[in-house]
């Protein structure tokens, strides 16, 4: 299986979705794609994509927010797994994608290819919802139901250690931050829109005093 | 224990007031009373970390949705979040307002927390991080207050350091 072709398949999934990346040739291949305003690529500060989903989804528990992990960045953070199972967002789905090596650097393995299961740690963290997946049927299966379950879930997806020639694209990190927040801001719902607003109303009161 | 309650309270109001929303905090001494407030405060969504770092992503995430965020962690744990503050808080201009308790410095008994003492300035210089004391009541809530300020303007991470002077009551 091709992390490309997961991509693709859930694609309009992702279109529907607040997405936010790893670094490397996920975010080169999701853009070879199409980007969109609501992909985030954390183009660096490896492990920590599950905690800016974490944090996305409790703070927009309207908006269906996806991550979408690798095995090298989950294995720097797996206290993210005990985090993200302590506060069970129904809004998040975690995707994380096992070729069981360090890719972007060269291929070294990690230690999901001597032996290290990913699944068995995400379930045993307490993560409500966990599968393995090896085929593009049942990846896009599980990733569906996932967004349908209402159900903080982990996917771990194994797939081929192949990926792009070149990980720079034309989308600057800046640029794609600040459109990111513009649009994830553009969906907070009424409820949060009257509390952002009055905080506003405070700060303009105190400009006009002044 | 002889943690400030009074001044605990009054740098609980002093986040409220500046409309922060959600704390990630990872527990210390001198942060237990802090944790407590955030715990029973409906209001405040309270996120209890593994390891720091973890904290500079919630609150990437919830600046990204438009909230205001915190984090409160011991010097230790500064040392901790260090790459999640450079390659993702500098890199991606992130607010990050870090309430960090200042361990190990003079008047420190616990022989273990010594070395992170001396070295929790001179990397808040060596990162170009701003950052402030809070070492009396009288000024406390108006810094911080100025500190949350920095951070959103500025767009980047801004520490404010919990002095013994005003954790700590011997």
């Not at chain 1, 740690?121 to 393995?132: E, F, K, L, N, S």
Request: charged content about 20%; hydrophobic content about 45%.
């Amino acid at each position: 299986m091709l992390r490309v072709d997961c991509l693709r398949a859930i694609y309009p999934e992702l279109e529907k979705s607040l997405v936010v990346t790893i670094m490397g040739a996920l975010p080169a291949e999701l853009q070879s794609l199409g980007h969109r305003a609501n992909f985030f690529y954390l183009q660096h500060a490896m492990g920590l994509s599950s905690s800016t989903g974490l944090g996305l989804a409790l703070c927009m528990p309207e908006q269906k927010v996806i991550v979408l992990d690798g095995d090298g960045s989950l294995l720097m953070n797996l206290g993210s797994l005990s985090t993200m199972a302590r506060y069970r967002p129904r809004n998040l789905v975690h995707i994380v994608f096992d070729n069981e090596s360090l890719l972007s650097v060269g291929g070294f393995p990690t230690a999901t290819g001597t032996g290290t299961d990913l699944e068995g740690i995400a379930r045993a963290a307490g993560i409500p919802r966990v599968a393995t997946v090896r085929d593009l049927e049942s990846f896009k299966a599980a990733v569906i139901g996932g967004v349908q379950a209402n159900e903080l879930t982990t996917i771990i997806a194994k797939v081929e250690a192949t990926g792009p020639a070149a990980y720079v694209t034309g989308l600057t990190l800046l640029e794609n931050r600040f459109q990111f927040s513009r649009h994830a801001r553009s969906l907070r719902t009424p409820e949060d829109r009257l509390s952002l607003s009055k905080g506003n109303k405070k700060v303009t009161q105190r400009r006009r005093v002044r | 224990m002889p943690v400030s309650s009074v001044n605990s309270s009054l740098i609980y109001g002093a986040l409220k007031e500046c409309g922060v929303r959600l704390l990630s905090a990872l527990p210390e001494t001198w942060l237990v009373h802090l944790i407590r407030l955030a715990e029973q405060d409906r209001e405040m969504t309270l996120v209890r970390l593994a390891k720091e770092e973890e904290g500079v992503g919630i609150s990437a995430g919830a600046h990204f949705a438009g909230v205001k965020s915190a984090m409160l962690m011991q010097n230790h744990g500064f040392l901790a979040a260090i790459n999640g503050i450079v390659s993702f808080a500098h890199l991606y201009k992130i607010p990050l307002l870090m309430l960090i308790s200042y361990r190990g410095s003079f008047g420190e008994r616990d022989p273990w927390q010594t070395q992170g003492g001396n070295v929790t300035e001179p990397l808040l210089r060596a990162l170009g991080i701003p950052y402030c004391f809070l070492d009396e009541a009288e000024t406390a809530k108006k810094r911080l207050c100025h500190a949350q300020r920095l951070a959103e303007s500025s767009l980047q991470p801004v520490a404010v350091l919990l002095t013994r002077d005003l954790m700590w009551e011997e």
